[in-house]
């Protein structure tokens, strides 16, 4: 059954690929986008629901703990000690992740069925898409880290393909270039992390076979690395992390994602959004037994986590453009997940993933339901009052908005709070660094809740400014809509996967309601045996203070459960008591993220009301002139390194100097020796006697001797 969850979406892929230019000449255009269409997303369907039947029927029936279904299909390479299998591995993590993909990328594909009618490379616009399933699912599903790579690289290939679809446009083909150069600097770090695993353990799987142990069990045996102990762990967990914020857009290779909004709407939904940057995620929790051995690397990813959160909300705030916003905002919620795998949170990062699939995928296609009703108009400043024009869209996003935005008992409010409570309490780091962390966080989230709420506001509410006049500043002449007409609804291709991404944005977080408000936590409990949790690191390699540190955040437990509990109480209240607190405390925090959450719809509801047009901070404006810093220190340098020394130095003058002046010397030679030939018989017999001369004159001389 697994491989033909993944096999699925590449025939589809095949079919349309081959046959789709046929089909526009044997049914005509219309015809043709219909039959594509279908192939399309009833390949994505049979997928989805062979991972529905997989996920309830195979895997969550089965005891826990024991919870792991493996499909071999052979084995692909095997030289030496080396064997790497094309098989296929179900357990809690990549169920809960071939669910989502499936789930979300098969209301994506509706979407798009409508969203690219009438455009010319309809046909080739699914293939691609059918295609980065396939290579998206391989990801999740493969059981050893080389399978997992052609799925890494071939999602790196589709979202090269697909964020360049618009071949005609420089914009887009600039984008595709650096989101597939950017991608290759964090998967460089990937591949070192592959062969160190090897060397260090014999084996890339990810689980027992042969009667080998597979790396990661290994590596639960392995002591734990103290701070700033650069042991094989450590450096094996950084590489993996260079190749995660490649993928997951994470500082400093984040500058990729932004830029790939030059895309069709429903590839930013579907690969910017729910799946392919959250390779990166996928990636750290499945190793997070490495992970856990190094203090180091946890740090390292909390640090970059936060910083990511922060950066890309302050960025965000100041875009004008709708989809920008939503890229910057993708960009802070992965810092999001980044944090609580940096804190050992690793389950509620997995958490935010699902959650935010769910509202960012809405909102993404909610965008694209904007601008296909508003005649392709991408800037937040020339529309407004959209919302009795569009009603379903804006009822949907309203959903998304106040999702995203940890409204309480919405999704984004369980998996975000969730985070913030570990990043607080965590005993993963040295003293004191959650709560900072923590405080960087619950900024992090006021500013989620602004920035929306000005997205929302310019969209949908105040003035209808798609009615006046574009000024030059804008670049747009005064008649530029004149011709359009009013804004309007998008069909019901585009509105029912907004109206059930909106209600899997509403109540997709039930799944995980913490034991604080009531709830048992099923989704974390359902991941633990798949997750790596953090240990102390040992006095060999730690420091006093961290021992000191480390020993605090662990040492309440909590109290014994009273006669007449009801079963499981305790493990509740052990889950509640993590890092030393009580179950008021934890409600508490969630308390303080709840009022931060409507302070900044309030806050922001109130200001753009009155301000609807603000003008941010131009440093913002500009993303902090990262890109052109990039330029400055690292591309124009190699660039001109590349053409002044590479190029006109050693190509040209070593190489072709090189080459040419062989070339030189042999035609001086040949210059000289056309002398010789004369065309007369008589020089050629002198020749030819002078010659016998010296040969018989030689050989007398030897005889003489």
Not at 199 to 212: A, L, M
Not at 220 to 247: D, Q
Not at 261 to 281: D, E, F, K, Q, R
Not at 487 to 497: F, N
Request: net charge neutral; charged share 10%.
């Amino acid at each position: 059954m697994l491989k033909w969850i993944t096999l699925a979406p590449l025939i589809g892929a095949i079919i349309n690929g081959l046959l789709g230019r046929r089909f526009v000449t044997l049914f005509g255009q219309r015809v043709a986008e219909k039959l594509t269409g279908f192939i399309a997303c009833a390949s994505v369907g049979v997928s989805t629901a062979l991972a529905f039947i997989a996920f309830f029927g195979r895997l969550r029936p089965l005891p826990e703990g024991q919870r792991l279904i493996t499909e071999h299909f052979f084995t692909w390479i095997k030289v030496g000690s080396f064997q790497a299998d094309f098989a296929y591995l179900l357990d809690p993590l990549s169920g809960v992740y071939i669910l989502f993909v499936t789930g979300v990328g098969l209301l994506i594909h509706i979407y798009a069925t409508g969203y690219m009618s009438g455009d010319p490379g309809y046909y080739r616009f699914f293939a691609y898409m059918n295609l980065f399933m396939f290579m998206m699912l391989t990801l999740v599903l493969a059981d050893n880290l080389l399978l997992l790579f052609v799925g890494w690289e071939g999602v790196g290939l589709c979202s090269y393909l697909l964020i360049g679809y618009y071949i005609r446009w420089d914009v887009a083909g600039s984008a595709a270039k650096k989101a597939f150069v950017v991608n290759r600097i964090g998967d460089f770090g990937y591949m070192i992390a592959t062969f160190l695993v090897f060397t260090t353990f014999g084996t890339i799987s990810f689980v027992s076979k042969n009667g080998v142990a597979g790396f990661l069990e290994q590596a639960k045996a392995m002591p734990v690395e103290g701070w700033m102990v650069f042991g094989v762990l450590t450096i094996i967990a950084l590489l993996f992390l260079a190749g995660s914020t490649g993928k997951s857009a994470q500082i400093p290779l984040y500058v990729w994602l932004p830029d790939a909004m030059a895309g069709p709407t429903p590839v930013s939904a579907l690969i910017h959004a729910a799946t392919m940057v959250t390779a990166g995620v996928y990636l750290t929790a499945r190793t997070s037994a490495v992970f856990v051995k190094s203090p180091t690397a946890m740090a390292v990813v909390a640090v970059i986590g936060a910083a990511t959160a922060i950066f890309a909300a302050t960025i965000g705030i100041a875009q004008n453009d709708i989809k920008k916003v939503l890229a910057y905002s993708t960009v802070s919620q992965l810092g999001y997940m980044f944090l609580a795998c940096g804190v050992g949170a690793f389950t509620a990062g997995i958490f935010h993933v699902v959650t935010h699939a769910f509202f960012k995928a809405l909102l993404f296609l909610g965008a694209g339901s904007v601008i296909h009703g508003a005649h392709q108009e991408q800037d937040m400043r020339w529309m407004g009052g959209l919302r009795k024009y569009m009603p379903i869209t804006f009822s949907t996003m309203l959903a998304g908005w106040l999702a995203i935005s940890g409204f309480p008992l919405l999704s984004g409010f369980f998996s975000k709070d969730e985070i913030l409570w570990r990043t607080w309490a965590t005993g993963a780091l040295p003293h004191n660094w959650g709560k900072a962390l923590w405080g960087i966080a619950i900024f992090t989230a006021l500013l989620t809740a602004v920035y929306m709420t000005r997205l929302m506001w310019m969209t949908f509410w105040g003035s209808e400014r798609f009615r006046e006049a574009h000024n030059d500043q804008h670049g747009h002449s005064a008649d530029a809509h004149a011709h359009h007409g009013d804004p309007h609804e998008s069909g019901w291709l585009m509105t029912i996967p907004l109206i059930i991404l909106a209600m899997l944005s509403i109540a997709g977080g039930y799944v995980g309601v913490p034991a604080s408000l009531g709830g048992s936590n099923h989704f974390e409990h359902f991941l633990e045996p798949t997750i790596s949790k953090v240990e102390p690191p040992t006095a060999a390699h730690t420091g006093p203070a961290q021992i000191t540190a480390q020993t605090e955040s662990h040492a309440a437990t909590p109290a014994p459960e009273p006669h007449g509990a009801a079963p499981g109480a305790q493990a509740s209240q052990l889950a509640a008591h993590e890092g030393g607190h009580d179950v008021g405390t934890e409600r508490m925090f969630t308390l303080i993220s709840s009022v931060v959450a409507i302070l900044g719809l309030i806050f922001g509801l109130l200001f753009f009301s009155r301000n609807p047009l603000w003008r941010a901070p131009k440093l913002l404006e500009d993303k902090y002139r990262i890109d052109e810093l990039y330029d400055a220190t690292v591309v124009e340098p190699i660039e001109g390194l590349s053409r002044e020394g590479l190029w006109k130095f050693v190509d040209v003058k070593i190489i072709d100097g090189f080459v040419n002046g062989v070339a030189r010397v042999f035609a001086g030679l040949a210059g000289i020796l056309r002398y010789t030939q004369t065309g007369f018989a008589r020089n050629y017999a002198a020749v030819i006697l002078v010659g016998a001369i010296i040969v018989i004159g030689y050989f007398g001389f030897v005889a003489l001797r």
